[in-house]
């Protein structure tokens, strides 16, 4: 059924559920999994500002990769950088480089402006991924 998932994480709870759900899912069908975590910058003004520290971007995807491997699945994970706006594109085009069968991230709360000017990446990725998407909740 799947050979490759990508699992998008974050530092937030809904991470927790990716991981258990691509768990699950790739030792019912062998897959293989890659991790991905965006390190998002945000330009303020004309300055290119890291909103996540580094240190602390590298500590989502390797926490990851523990709790995954401990559970015998076979994963690799990667951080990637780019801006807030562009996590969504970032995650499709590494699916799409990976041979992604699957991508999994967890849906994105937002305040109700944030809804209405279109900030949700789940929401994105869905829309222009030829890839099939899980989001869990």
């Known amino acids: 059924m799947y050979k490759r998932i990508l699992a998008a994480v974050d530092n937030s709870p809904r991470s927790d559920r990716v991981l258990e759900t691509v768990e699950n899912l790739a030792k019912l069908t062998g897959a293989a999994v890659d991790v991905v975590h965006v390190g998002a910058s ?10 996540e520290d580094e240190k602390e971007a590298q500590a989502v995807i390797d926490n990851a990769l523990a709790r995954l491997k401990e559970a015998g699945v076979a994963a690799r994970g990667e951080l ?34 944030g809804v209405l000017i279109g900030e949700s990446v789940s929401e994105k990725v869905a829309l222009h991924t030829p890839t099939s998407v899980l989001l869990a909740v």
Do not use: K, M, W
């Open 80 to 113: 990637l950088t780019g801006l807030r706006g562009d996590i969504s594109d970032i995650i499709v085009d590494r699916a799409q480089e990976f041979g992604t069968d699957l991508i999994v991230l967890g849906p994105a709360h937002h305040t109700q402006i």
């Open 42 to 51: 945000q330009v303020v003004y004309d300055t290119v500002v890291q909103v």
